[in-house]
């Protein structure tokens, strides 16, 4: 006999978020938990074995983030429907997810009757509402210059504390062009110095503390 029940694959880094989830979807009487995992690699493979109803995703989960596993996921499974529930609420990190393809965005402090909702609602195909937060950051996103992928590169070896030196020679590039990666840096983010760049960056998620 078929489960009738939506079908949940959990993804978190956290083993006690993930027995959490765990145990107020197992007290719904339409839902169970398919499957958990722990990383993004791990949540790729468990997609592919069990093709869960919904996905609930982190975004922080090491080596291979919530957005890779995401876009990876609707890479094999263009209907795959992906709930992003993260402690992160960077406007890149929104903008992000949702261009990979997940249905909604919540933040961990969410109500669990929100959540279960939420659920239901992307298990049958609905447009789930955004909340009025995430809808301001990204309308605060849509009024900024984006970095290019070649200068979160550059922001991601100076958060490491390399100079332009070492970060041209890390990245093949000439030194020079480095200094003007940095400056089109400061100012697209609108700060004075390397450490208010670093600052505001891991703030509204551009590039992530390991």
């Known amino acids: 006999m078929t489960d009738a029940r ?14 959490g ?3 107020i979807i197992e007290r719904q009487p339409d839902m169970a938990v398919a499957a958990s995992a722990a990383s993004g690699e791990e949540s790729i493979e468990l997609f592919r ?26 890479t094999k499974d263009a209907a795959a429907r992906v709930v992003v ?10 903008y992000r997810a949702l261009q990979a393809g997940a249905a909604t965005y919540l933040l961990k402090d969410t109500a669990f009757e929100e959540l279960i909702g939420t659920i239901r609602d992307v298990s049958l195909g609905r447009q789930p509402i955004i909340s009025a937060a995430v809808k301001a950051r990204l309308a605060e996103r849509a009024g900024r210059p984006s970095l290019t992928p070649r200068e979160v ?14 970060v041209a020679a890390s990245l093949g590039i000439g030194e020079e062009t480095v200094q003007s990666h940095v400056k ?7 700060v004075p110095d390397r450490t208010a760049a670093i600052d505001v960056a891991l703030r509204r998620g551009i590039i992530h503390a390991l």
């Open 49 to 74: 074995r069990h093709l869960p109803d919904v996905t609930l995703m982190d975004l922080q989960l090491g080596a291979m983030s919530g957005v890779e596993a995401i876009r990876q996921i609707r």
């Open 21 to 23: 989830l765990e145990l």
């Open 184 to 190: 089109s840096i400061l100012s697209k983010l609108d």
């Open 6 to 19: 939506i079908q949940i694959l959990c993804v978190d880094d956290h083993r006690i978020v993930r027995e």
């Open 85 to 94: 529930l993260t402690m992160s609420h960077g406007d890149e990190d929104i």
């Open 153 to 166: 590169q550059v922001l991601e070896l100076v958060r490491k504390g390399l100079r332009n030196k070492e």
